[in-house]
């Protein structure tokens, strides 16, 4: 903890050659000390890999259900029990991984991607452009994401048999489309903050392309906040997914998922708590992992709010 | 401008002690215990203060002028501060033992600060009347319209013109001068015996310099304060000050009256400083700066604090600190501070 | 001021046409034949579906179909669903009971969300402040399905201290307490830390330095002068999260099915009832972006420093 008064004195430190350290190399180093940073980190490790490759942490088939073995407690055989189908709970809340990594990671990605160039390009360009954009995201800042997911999912149903990608890449879809828009606003905030300093100025006086200005004076000052905001994202992106498979919109059986895994055991939950109980933790697992990331990325950059 | 404001000011509990003295700072140590160690901000610093009296306290920044301004105010964040021994006596009592009630009430009708930043300094979603009557309804337990007709009062007293249609107006409204006459304003709203100014005019443009300067030297004078000048910039004290402090590393390394501390320097430090002051009879000569930067004060050296950027030093200066020592009506903590002197 | 509103109104205009033609656009494509049932088992006649997809401008293009339906809906015309009942009879049946579960959720955000941050605020690094930042945490990864149906279970079912459905139109206030804690539980979560956060570094600013400084009580220095600023990012927060209420209604008012705007859409989507559900989906928007409208209104009353002239 380094209180502002106390800050005061430190500037005339006899090392001070280091004290010339960039803000994200100055970033880098407190993140190297936060355990939240590594906990999130290891956690979120473990969940991509379970993603990647499932049979690394199992051997049993998430798909063969024992019908002579329902709703067993936890026991030797079947660490977390199994469920009202007689399904390994352990296997496939580990193949479950997979569904919630990917929407997660995709959707932050896209969102990312689509809000950063549009925030980008109203900032940096300014007049009609921005105008342009600026009344598209308000647009679709007005559709609640939940609203949004519903209505583009019950449009456009999964069909019985339809491709798990294709069940996962609509959702990531859906959510792309309806929550971009904090992302742009954030990146155009960021952009308008960044180009008036001097050192902009000097660059585009020195007759500097607009895509090298972005790349080297707006990019790496604008985007902290942005891959902050997008990494508790990830976390609500999750969550939504699997709110729509709770409504029965989002992935269904036999797609195994956590969502799917969640709201099949919510119907049983008075007399066996248990089948609920393992996807449910993974999921907020996965969730606080993110947040935390984010969360310390950002205590990381901005040494204020520590 | 001579108007009397002391009418609304009850009769203080406080008298100066037996010698005079309104103020008494004694061998003061604090510090800031932080991740990175411990930092040493005040080491053993001692002064006092009478009625109507001006000192000027002198450093660097970082050399623990605010914080024994902080100190004093009872405004240190502790933790992270830590005041280990010293004490601070307002009128012969001392403010670090007593009960924390008690030394709130002195906080404003008997000791008060101005900040440097004023925009920063004051609260900036309540209207600048608002800010100063608080003082009457904290600590008077003034009504609303009453403060608010105090507040009008004490802004015409510091020249806010038209201060009865400005006394709703916001801090971002007012230049940067007229703010930092509200913050007087509301210090000395009170009517305390001890006024601190901490850098008062550093954020401000040289000619609004000198007005708030000239503004705070009439004030004292009517009202006799003790007033405690924290400044880096000794061009702005000279005329005003009776006495002055230099502090470096925590420490007060000089003290003297004002005139002989121009005239006739006893510490290497003041005359450096006194060198890197532009002067317009010199025009065309190099600007001395002292070079080097203050020590780490989580890491001070041993030996003299100043050894390190100080021209003249020797190996003793790298091995024993100075006291602080009476020399020709000053004081001075320097092993050399009779060659200082001569020049 | 005045000029103002005027003009934000103004502005919402196109934000509120492009929103209703991506919804408009998304619910018309919804699938499925929506006579489909409407005559018994039978087949409808092929009558009775001309008449039906005349009626509903169903062979229009879709721009067409959107400007017919907008010039219904300035005029203050909701449309009728596919029973044939005004879209506004059932709107004005319904609202009420969305209404006081999203106001009940926002009450729970400001007293819960805020006393909470503020209790973790001044007391930072200590037992209170170490609860609040672990338990809302806790909150916010728990999706709120879950954390409905483990409260409808435990409160309604197992104590049974509040009715654990809440079918009822008429339904009494105080039987809409759980559900709007569970609509509002995640936004309290996210409100007491975002609280917490400014009100720890407005701590450190000048102007409370100054505060102390002025001899002000303790009480007076953080409830007075800190908490007003540490607040203005919360009532922003506030309202826009009001549009994540909206949406979250139709999880909650699901889980306790309860008869609202939220448990109009769902139905209204599953029975393929486009109008019902784009004109619900529309008033929703709209109320969504008035009330942005006044957080933006309160947020220059809280901050001198924004000027709306």
């Known amino acids: 903890m380094s209180e502002p008064i106390a800050a005061g004195f430190s500037p005339g430190a006899t090392d001070d050659v280091d004290e010339a350290r960039s803000l994200s190399q100055d970033a880098w180093r407190s993140l190297r000390k936060s355990t939240m940073f590594w906990v999130s980190v290891g956690l979120i490790g473990v969940f991509v890999l379970m993603a990647i490759w499932p049979s690394l942490f199992t051997q049993t088939d998430p798909t063969f259900g024992d019908i002579n073995n329902v709703r067993a407690k936890p026991n030797a055989d079947a660490w977390f029990g199994t469920d009202t189908q007689g399904y390994d709970i352990f296997a496939r809340t580990i193949y479950g991984a997979r569904a919630s990594i990917i929407v997660g990671l995709a959707a932050s990605l896209t969102t990312l991607l689509l809000g950063g160039v549009i925030g980008?390009?109203?900032?940096?360009?300014?007049?009609?452009?921005?105008?342009?954009?600026?009344?598209?995201?308000?647009?679709?800042?007005?559709?609640?994401?939940?609203?949004?997911?519903?209505?583009?999912?019950?449009?456009?149903?999964?069909?019985?048999?339809?491709?798990?990608?294709?069940?996962?890449?609509?959702?990531?879809?859906?959510?792309?489309?309806?929550?971009?828009?904090?992302?742009?606003?954030?990146?155009?905030?960021?952009?308008?903050?960044?180009?008036?300093?001097?050192?902009?100025?000097?660059?585009?006086?020195?007759?500097?392309?607009?895509?090298?200005?972005?790349?080297?004076?707006?990019?790496?000052?604008?985007?902290?906040?942005?891959?902050?905001?997008?990494?508790i994202n990830l976390g609500v992106f999750i969550v939504v997914e699997a709110t729509l498979s709770f409504l029965g919109i989002g992935l269904t059986p036999p797609a195994i998922s956590w969502g799917v895994a969640i709201s099949d055991a919510l119907v049983a939950v008075r007399t066996y708590p248990h089948i609920l109980l393992f996807p449910s933790l993974f999921l907020s697992l996965a969730v606080l992992a993110f947040i935390l990331l984010g969360d310390a990325v950002r205590d990381a950059f901005d040494p204020k709010s520590r | 401008m001579t108007t009397t404001t002391k009418s609304v000011a009850p009769a203080s509990a406080y008298k100066p002690d037996s010698e005079g003295r309104l103020l008494e700072v004694d061998d003061l140590y604090v510090e800031f215990h932080t991740a990175e160690g411990i930092a040493k901000a005040i080491n053993g610093v001692s002064f006092d203060l009478r009625q109507g009296e001006t000192l000027a306290i002198l450093g660097e920044s970082g050399s623990g002028k605010s914080v024994t301004a902080q100190a004093i105010m009872g405004i240190l964040d502790m933790p992270p501060a830590v005041i280990p021994s010293g004490a601070i006596r307002y009128c012969g009592e001392d403010l670090l033992t007593m009960p924390e009630e008690q030394r709130r009430k002195a906080r404003g009708p008997e000791i008060s600060i101005i900040f440097q930043d004023a925009l920063?300094?004051?609260?900036?979603?309540?209207?600048?009347?608002?800010?100063?009557?608080?003082?009457?309804?904290?600590?008077?337990?003034?009504?609303?319209?009453?403060?608010?007709?105090?507040?009008?009062?004490?802004?015409?007293?510091?020249?806010i013109p038209a201060a009865k249609e400005r006394v709703k107006s916001y801090p971002h409204q007012f230049s940067g001068g007229m703010r930092q006459r509200i913050?007087?304003?509301?210090?000395?709203?009170?009517?305390?015996?001890?006024?601190?100014?901490?850098?008062?005019?550093?954020?401000?443009?040289?000619?609004?310099?000198?007005?708030?300067?000239?503004?705070?030297?009439?004030?004292?004078?009517?009202?006799?304060?003790?007033?405690?000048?924290?400044?880096?910039?000794?061009?702005?004290?000279?005329?005003?000050?009776?006495?002055?402090?230099?502090?470096?590393?925590?420490?007060?390394?000089?003290?003297?009256?004002i005139e002989d501390l121009y005239a006739r320097p006893a510490h290497p430090y003041t005359?450096?400083?006194?060198?890197?002051?532009?002067?317009?009879?010199?025009?065309?000569?190099?600007?001395?700066?002292?070079?080097?930067?203050?020590?780490?004060?989580?890491?001070?050296?041993?030996?003299?604090?100043?050894?390190?950027?100080?021209?003249?030093?020797?190996?003793?200066?790298?091995?024993?600190?100075?006291?602080?020592?009476?020399?020709?009506g000053q004081m001075s903590r320097c092993h050399f501070a009779e060659e200082v002197l001569n020049g | 001021?005045?000029?103002?509103?005027?003009?934000?109104?103004?502005?919402?205009?196109?934000?509120?046409?492009?929103?209703?033609?991506?919804?408009?656009?998304?619910?018309?494509?919804?699938?499925?034949?929506?006579?489909?049932?409407?005559c018994g088992d039978r087949p409808c006649s092929p009558e009775y579906v001309a008449a039906f997809r005349e009626e509903h401008n169903l062979n229009d293009p879709l721009p067409v179909q959107y400007g017919k339906y907008l010039g219904k809906f300035v005029q203050g015309d909701l449309g009728t669903n596919y029973y044939g009942i005004p879209v506004k009879e059932d709107l004005a049946k319904r609202y009420t009971i969305t209404g006081r579960l999203a106001l009940m959720a926002i009450v729970f955000e400001i007293v819960i969300g805020i006393l909470a941050g503020v209790l973790a605020g001044v007391r930072k690094g200590r037992f209170i402040d170490n609860l609040v930042t672990v338990s809302t945490l806790f909150v916010i990864s728990i999706p709120v399905f879950v954390i409905g149906v483990l409260l409808q279970y435990q409160f309604g079912i197992k104590w049974g201290l509040v009715p654990a459905t809440v079918p009822s139109l008429e339904?009494?206030?105080?039987?809409?307490?759980?559900?709007?804690?569970?609509?509002?539980?995640?936004?309290?979560?996210?409100?007491?830390?975002?609280?917490?956060?400014?009100?720890?570094?407005?701590?450190?600013?000048?102007?409370?330095?100054?505060?102390?400084?002025?001899?002000?009580?303790?009480?007076?220095?953080?409830?007075?002068?800190?908490?007003?600023?540490?607040?203005?990012?919360?009532?922003?927060?506030?309202?826009?999260?009001?549009?994540?209420?909206?949406?979250?209604?139709?999880?909650?008012?699901?889980?306790?099915?309860?008869?609202?705007?939220?448990?109009?859409?769902?139905?209204?989507?599953?029975?393929?009832?486009?109008?019902?559900?784009?004109?619900?989906?529309?008033?929703?928007?709209?109320?969504?972006?008035?009330v942005n409208l006044l957080v933006d209104l309160l947020y220059g009353v809280l901050d001198p420093r924004i000027s709306h002239e």
């Open chain 2, 183 to 257: 913050m007087i304003a509301m210090a000395i709203a009170l009517d305390p015996a001890v006024l601190i100014a901490d850098e008062p005019t550093t954020a401000l443009d040289v000619t609004v310099q000198a007005q708030i300067m000239a503004l705070l030297a009439e004030l004292q004078d009517e009202r006799q304060m003790g007033l405690i000048l924290i400044t880096h910039d000794l061009g702005v004290v000279a005329d005003v000050a009776d006495r002055a402090a230099v502090m470096y590393a925590g420490r007060i390394v000089a003290k003297a009256d």
């Open chain 2, 120 to 159: 920063s300094s004051l609260n900036p979603t309540f209207p600048v009347g608002w800010q100063i009557g608080e003082m009457f309804r904290q600590h008077r337990g003034m009504n609303r319209s009453d403060a608010y007709a105090q507040a009008v009062r004490l802004m015409e007293r510091v020249a």
């Open chain 1, 120 to 231: 980008v390009l109203a900032g940096f360009y300014g007049g009609w452009l921005d105008a342009l954009f600026s009344r598209v995201t308000d647009i679709f800042y007005a559709i609640p994401l939940i609203l949004g997911g519903i209505l583009f999912m019950a449009s456009f149903p999964n069909g019985a048999n339809s491709n798990y990608f294709v069940v996962v890449g609509k959702v990531v879809l859906v959510l792309t489309v309806f929550g971009w828009t904090t992302i742009a606003r954030l990146m155009r905030s960021s952009v308008l903050q960044v180009k008036p300093n001097e050192y902009v100025l000097a660059a585009r006086a020195l007759g500097a392309s607009p895509w090298r200005i972005i790349k080297s004076h707006i990019l790496p000052n604008a985007l902290a906040p942005a891959i902050v905001v997008a990494t």
């Open chain 2, 271 to 328: 005359r450096g400083l006194l060198e890197s002051i532009p002067r317009l009879d010199q025009k065309g000569q190099t600007l001395a700066a002292i070079g080097g930067l203050p020590p780490n004060l989580t890491r001070i050296p041993p030996g003299c604090t100043f050894n390190p950027r100080c021209r003249m030093s020797q190996d003793i200066c790298r091995e024993q600190e100075p006291d602080l020592l009476p020399i020709a």
């Open chain 3, 171 to 290: 339904a009494p206030t105080s039987s809409l307490i759980l559900p709007a804690f569970v609509l509002g539980s995640i936004s309290i979560a996210y409100v007491a830390r975002l609280t917490r956060t400014n009100l720890v570094e407005n701590l450190r600013a000048d102007y409370v330095r100054t505060a102390v400084a002025k001899g002000l009580t303790k009480r007076r220095a953080v409830g007075v002068h800190t908490l007003r600023n540490s607040l203005i990012p919360v009532v922003t927060y506030i309202g826009a999260d009001f549009g994540g209420l909206l949406g979250g209604a139709i999880v909650t008012e699901r889980i306790f099915n309860i008869q609202g705007v939220g448990g109009y859409i769902w139905k209204g989507i599953n029975s393929r009832d486009g109008v019902a559900v784009v004109s619900t989906v529309t008033v929703l928007v709209i109320v969504y972006l008035l």
């Open chain 3, 1 to 38: 001021m005045g000029k103002y509103i005027v003009r934000r109104i103004l502005q919402m205009i196109p934000v509120v046409l492009g929103a209703t033609f991506i919804i408009f656009a998304m619910v018309f494509a919804l699938p499925g034949d929506p006579t489909a049932g409407k």
